[in-house]
């Protein structure tokens, strides 16, 4: 009978821990987009998501275990969010594409670049995070538009889209650059049309 509540008891347990980390992997990309590293400690991030400092060291025992398991899991629910899209024209998939470099998640990323760039300790887990994310968002980007990497060009067409993706979304960290980004998107989305047939 012990045997039983004991197992009973794990499910619920498991839901908490669950809960808990699933709120610090939150809290950690908003604090790394709103206050950058340097203002980004583990113990700011516990208490953001409402948790001891313990707690957050249980599940991710360092700083640099934490901020890469959030970029990766936000990256994570991007492409699980981008899959999703329904078929839609060019000009749809090339403003959802340019969305992922305008949000938090890219601030926070940012921010996690810009550390590694300087910390040897963080340097490669970012490079093979970012180089994974990347890869995924290329995919992503091929079956969304529909593109035939076969084909002379296509493949460097659809990086090319992803890299101006992230030029717009560096544009956008200092100013507010929705307008100037709507007629990029359209122009990106008619050369497609032509380079992708």
Known sequence: MGAVTRSADRGPKQDRSRATRQR?????V????EHGWAGSTVAAVAERAGVSRGAAQHHFPTREDLFTAAVEYVAEERSTALRALPVQDRTAVVAAL?????????RAALQLWVAASNEDQLRPRVTELEARVGRETHRIAVELLDADESRPGVRETVQGL?????????????????ARRRRVVAQWARLLDHALG
């Open 24 to 28: 610090l992997l939150a809290a950690a």
């Open 162 to 178: 992803l890299d101006m993706a992230r030029g717009l979304g560096l544009a956008n960290v200092l100013t507010d650059d929705t």
């Open 98 to 106: 340019v969305d992922l470099y305008t949000g938090p998640l890219f």
């Open 30 to 33: 908003s604090s790394l987009a």
